[in-house]
């Protein structure tokens, strides 16, 4: 099968679209798929050129297989919605623009959060001829207004129509929640083309390890109980809380905080922090991927906070899964819905209030003072993750794929076997 792949994201960056889109793909390419992925120059989220890339008009390279083709877009920070909308456009034009060029695939892929990109996927697969398939990460718009980067207007609802347009149009949907599959079909979407594959981890890269001593000393986390947040410092996950939360334990020396990323709301984070001179927070800036296990090996446990708002009820942090790959019970605080059954029925975490942060210290002392408890929990993380496994959630999507392309009357393909 020759896949043609639109995202905004791709790695050296290593967000989890990003992520999830290499992740796929690599595997696709062992299986003996053809991918091309089409993104542009790495940037996210700082809005800054990463070493060795320049923003090129195009540019071309081979990545464990994989065919990458950048383009020229207008980069900004991960901050702003005028020029984030800017951003988004222009890789709409430019992406769509470049895929005319490319030769005939059999289906053509484009990923969420942001629609533009798979309102370009859409254009290109209609001027190809070929099905479409929507990667849907994120019910865009609610989680714009969800987090208040913009309020109920003309223009959300202009891009609500759009919303659906796109549901309505795609040969398929791919969201990455049943949760998210539940809502299409209430909102009058066919069932019959909406397949979900989940997110998940690459078990090969994370796994059980111990703590790396070189960075547990350079940190200060030597003998104390690490609570982990890994991953993008946004305006969703209500990182303020995590900060009271922190205040709340600062006597108790057993605990300490480690932040490791970056985003919109870094700076507020770290400005809290320093005007609480909190003596058990540490912060990094955002860390390669291929670091990604090293800085889990550091936690004891997993945090994953988001906002008290019901969209984020339909949402699973795929930080759930890295941990589980590598043996760290997650402490959830999030809205009750999808990620807190998972969390619930797999035994792999607890579960507080979301935007509760005496709650989220409370759990926190406790875990820190009951290890059998904590050993049970890592038992119960580890024997989940197989199900959560990138291996399989690949071969769900290209069997996704695969029947799409079949009834399209394309190629003989090859399935993948389970």
Known sequence: M???????????EGNAPATRTYEHAVRWVRAGHEVTVITCAPNFPEGKLFPGYRNAWRSVETLDGIRVVRVKTYIT????????TLDYLSFMAAGTFAGLFERR???????????????????????????????????WP????????????AAIRVLEKLEMFLYRSADAIVPVTQSFREELIH??????????VLNGVDLQRYRPAARDEAMAKQYDLDGRFVVGYLGTHGMAHGLEKVIEAAELLREDPRIVFFFAGSGAERARVEQMAAERALPNVRMIPRQPKEMMPKLWSLC?????????????????????????????????????????????????????????????????AAL???????????EASLAAAPAYSRDRQARLMTDALARLVDDDGAHGLLRSSE
């Open 368 to 378: 820190a003072g009951d290890p059998e408890r904590m050993r049970r929990l890592r």
């Open 142 to 153: 609610a989680s714009i207004t969800a987090v208040g980067a913009m309020k109920r207007s």
């Open 77 to 84: 920070a991960n901050e702003g919605f005028l020029k984030r």
């Open 105 to 139: 695939h059999d289906v053509v892929v484009a990923t969420s959060p942001q629609f533009f990109c798979a309102l370009g996927g859409w254009a290109l697969a209609r001027l190809k001829r070929r099905p479409f398939v929507f990667e849907l990460r994120d019910l």
């Open 187 to 196: 909102r009058g979407v066919d069932a019959d083309k909406i397949h979900v």
């Open 2 to 12: 020759r896949i043609l792949f639109l995202t905004d994201n791709f790695p050296p």
């Open 300 to 364: 004891d446990l997993s945090l994953i906070p988001l906002r008290d708002t019901s969209v984020f009820a339909s949402v699973i942090p795929s930080k759930l899964f890295e941990g589980m790959g590598m043996g760290i019970p997650a402490l959830m605080s999030l809205p009750r819905g999808e990620a807190v059954r998972i969390v619930e029925s797999t035994g792999c975490g607890v579960c507080v209030a979301p935007e509760n942060a005496q709650a989220m210290a409370a759990e926190i």
